[in-house]
């Protein structure tokens, strides 16, 4: 039985039987629950959570996904996460909303507004 994509990258194994699109998903993520930083200390703590090295094509980044989020609260583009990290926008957002980021709109801050 295959492993939920989404719990992969942040190293938590969940089996599923349930695909999206071609990949692997639990019933959790399928349904948009998203996957918090708690979750993941609880699972590390706990020692049910492990280290797996990527699967080749994907580029590592030199953050993780949930200090990218927070990044990304303070205020950076997704423009200026990429430039950053040295990896495209799109990376950037695959993993905002891998751990359930909702994005903001694009198009330039206006001076006074808090996005």
């Known amino acids: 039985m295959p492993y939920c994509e989404r719990h992969l990258v942040v190293g938590i194994e969940v089996q599923t039987n349930r695909r999206l699109a071609g990949w692997p998903i ?3 993520c399928f349904n948009g629950k998203p996957i918090t930083r708690a979750e993941v200390e609880a699972r590390v703590e706990s020692g049910t959570a492990f280290h797996i090295a990527r699967p080749p094509g994907r ?3 030199d953050i993780d996904s949930f200090e990218l989020a927070d990044e990304y609260a303070a205020g950076s583009t997704l423009s ?3 430039a950053r990290h040295h990896c495209g926008k799109q990376t ?3 993993r905002l ?3 359930g980021v909702e994005l903001r709109s694009r198009g330039a801050r206006k001076a006074g507004t808090s996005q």
């Open 59 to 61: 580029p590592p980044l």
């Open 80 to 82: 200026e996460l990429a």
């Open 92 to 94: 950037v957002s695959d």
């Open 97 to 99: 909303r891998w751990v």
């Open 26 to 28: 639990c019933e959790d």
